[in-house]
């Protein structure tokens, strides 16, 4: 274990000063316990507002791409997805044509 790591785990009230293992408080019985409300935190609603304000400044960075962008990407897309879709339907027919050849002889 190295430096960093021991003087982590110190912190965390992991390991003692001297480097052995602290030994662990069983849980209530109630199972764990739970920490006092913070009288500094604001409430749920001032939060969710906050948190929604905070959205909406990090969608406003966003460099969202021109209209013709969006309709040249969409149809080399689509353009695609038709080319694939027939590429497939015939290598189907072809193989399948194929198999009935080889069975119908």
């Known amino acids: 274990m190295n430096r960093q790591t021991k003087r982590m785990l110190q ?8 480097g052995a293992p602290t030994a662990r408080r069983a849980p209530a019985a109630g199972g ?9 935190r604001a409430s749920l609603g001032k939060r969710f ?3 929604l304000r905070e959205v909406r400044g ?8 021109k ?6 990407y969409s149809t080399v897309v689509l353009t695609t997805l038709v080319f ?7 290598l189907n027919y ?5 198999v009935q050849f080889l069975f119908k002889s």
């Open 49 to 51: 507002v906050q948190y």
């Open 94 to 98: 072809l193989f399948a044509r194929g």
């Open 67 to 72: 209209r013709a962008e969006v309709v040249n």
């Open 32 to 40: 764990p316990a739970r920490r006092p409300p913070d009288p500094e």
């Open 58 to 65: 990090e969608l406003a960075k966003v460099l969202w791409p």
């Open 11 to 18: 912190r965390q009230g992991q390991l003692g000063a001297d």
């Open 84 to 90: 694939l879709a027939l590429l497939i339907f015939g």
